[in-house]
């Protein structure tokens, strides 16, 4: 049972470029979160998803940001005209359950590391 | 405005000893608390959880205490070992099964031979 997929491990992208970072979940698992992780910082909340529903995205820049989870193929999230700020560690999680308790099952992948120059 | 907090960036023990890390938290609707470990370039790995029903959760060798009205928990590791070296991040949610966890800083742990 493969782990959860992200892919690519290492993005760059200049400035004004738009970023794709695509998550598998595992078998089995219909929740999906993105996270990510500036620098000496922790993970942050960006976006629940269900197969074919954004359930939360509140934690989402309201602008430039967008994900989906398509009925088919992996979750996508989609960064356009990247700046450097958007430079960090994106994570995807995948869960058989909802809800904080969840997350206890949750597994996380190995990231996607977004540079922007 | 931090809502979970790990006060100490980085931890130092030796082979064998207890490790402990703590983490802080302010908002008082969290009721669902659990510890992940991550080693450079992975991601998180779920270790252990805890409740706000309960104020201890023991899983081997890794024990959580949760002491709700100091609004504080803490992970402790014993014996520690030289694998246990990674940086371990404290996350939160609140009532009512939001999906939505809240991260610490993270602690690194260094497990000295």
């Not at chain 1, 990247?82 to 995807?92: E, H, K, P, T």
């Amino acid at each position: 049972n493969a782990g959860v997929m992200q892919n690519p491990r290492h993005l760059v992208r200049r400035r004004g470029q738009e970023a794709r970072l695509r998550c598998s979940p595992m078998k089995g698992h219909s929740h999906v979160y993105w996270y990510r992780q500036l620098p000496e910082e922790g993970l942050k909340f960006m976006v629940y998803l269900q197969k074919e529903n954004i359930i939360d995205e509140s934690g989402m820049p309201k602008e430039r940001f967008s994900a989906e989870f398509p009925k088919e193929g992996p979750s996508i999230l989609r960064i356009q005209q990247v700046v450097r700020g958007d430079s960090a560690a994106y994570f995807c999680a995948s869960s058989p359950l909802f809800g904080g308790q969840g997350m206890s099952l949750a597994f996380f992948g190995q990231g996607t590391r977004l540079t922007v120059v | 405005d931090q809502q979970v907090k790990q006060n100490s960036p980085s931890l130092s023990v030796q082979e064998g000893r207890i490790s402990i890390l703590n983490c802080d938290y302010t908002n008082s609707m969290f009721d669902y608390f659990l510890w992940y470990k991550k080693y450079p370039a992975e991601g998180p790995t779920f270790l252990i959880s805890i409740s706000s029903i309960k104020d201890k959760n023991e899983d081997g060798r890794f024990t959580v205490f949760l002491n709700k009205s100091a609004k504080h928990l803490s992970l402790h590791i014993v014996p520690s070992q030289p694998g246990d070296s990674a940086v371990y991040f404290c996350a939160a949610s609140e009532e009512g099964g939001s999906e939505k966890l809240v991260f610490g800083k993270g602690t690194k742990l260094t497990v000295n031979p």
